[in-house]
């Protein structure tokens, strides 16, 4: 069983080295894409001289693979991504002050989403074909169709700027963090339960069920004890995949709350051309969403018998 864990691991790992080297590329590649030079951005008169002046500082003068060679070798080698160009920093220096609140966020947005989307799943699975199923399952698709940004344009207008209770935006104590967690959790939270309420109605019309229904187990403990417990595996996929988007996916609700996190830093990034923040701060999040997902797969490999069979 060791050698098999073992030699899984080794693939995995040997799937994520590649994927990160595919990804850098793409990333490379796409930030190039983007329409727009950042040395006209930067001049309020530009000149020919002055804009090459600029790239070549930049080294946007030289060819796209040299480019590329020279920042892989920087952010591997020297764990140096370049210099951005808005803040003038050090692209290493800005990440490290910008995916503490990214984490944070999306931390506790997971946390508000695994457990609401459970709740929700296993009470829908419990009232399985009953007007609470269907109001269950109403709400979830809800909450899968509403966009984020108008989500939370809505929030701090109801909830800052009318009732006062909470502030509308950036970082602070726990009660700036409640409102963006709340509706970043809003769609991870629906596709959790979706997924629960599946996972539990197939696993309720198991034979285990009905030998804990013949031995007198009351309801609640079939539901959580047995029918949860045996269906962990899918929502625990689901959890992950959720984080990976969290963590990817936080740009809107970072934008619109003013939250200083990677996502508004790379929306600031994108808007000024800024290629070192781009490419720095996609290619760390795409790092960590891919050590999610293999964090998931670990997990799923753990906790499935016929997979480590």
């Given at each position: ?92 220096e800005d990440l490290a002050r910008t ?58 207008l109801l909830f800052s700027l009318e ?147």
């Amino acid at each position: 069983m060791f050698g098999a864990m073992r030699a899984f691991l080794l693939r995995r790992i040997g799937s994520l080295v590649v994927a990160l080297f595919v990804a850098s590329v793409a990333v490379f590649l796409l930030v190039r894409a983007v329409p727009g030079d950042p040395a006209r951005l930067l001049l309020k008169n530009p000149t020919p001289e002055r804009i090459a002046a600029i790239r070549a500082r930049l080294g946007l003068d030289q060819s796209l693979p040299t480019q590329y060679w020279l920042w892989l070798k920087n952010a591997l080698g020297h764990g140096r991504f370049g210099e951005s160009i808005v803040t003038g920093r050090d692209v290493k220096e800005d990440l490290a002050r910008t995916w503490p609140a990214t984490i944070e966020l999306s931390i506790v947005a997971l946390v508000v989403a695994t457990l609401a989307g459970v709740w929700l799943g296993v009470f829908c699975a419990r009232h399985a074909g009953t007007w609470k199923d269907a109001l269950g399952t109403t709400v979830s698709l809800v909450g899968l169709s509403v966009p984020v940004f108008w989500l939370g344009l809505l929030a701090m207008l109801l909830f800052s700027l009318e009732l006062g209770w909470l502030p509308a935006g950036e970082r602070g104590g726990l009660d700036h963090l409640v409102l963006p967690a709340l509706v970043l959790a809003t769609i991870p939270a629906a596709f959790v339960a979706r997924v629960t309420r599946s996972a539990v109605l197939e696993t309720l019309g198991k034979d285990f069920i009905r030998t804990a229904q013949a031995k007198g187990a009351t309801e609640r403990a079939i539901l959580y004890r047995h029918a949860l417990r045996a269906a962990l595996v899918p929502i625990v996929t689901m959890v992950g995949v959720e984080f990976a988007y969290l963590l990817g996916g936080a740009v809107l609700t970072e934008t619109v709350f003013a939250w200083p996190g990677i996502g508004r830093y790379v929306a600031t990034a994108v808007l000024a051309r800024d290629y070192p923040a781009i490419q720095g701060a996609l290619l760390v999040l795409v790092a960590m969403v891919m050590t999610v997902n293999f964090a998931v797969d670990v997990a799923h490999h753990a906790l499935d018998p016929k997979l480590r069979r």
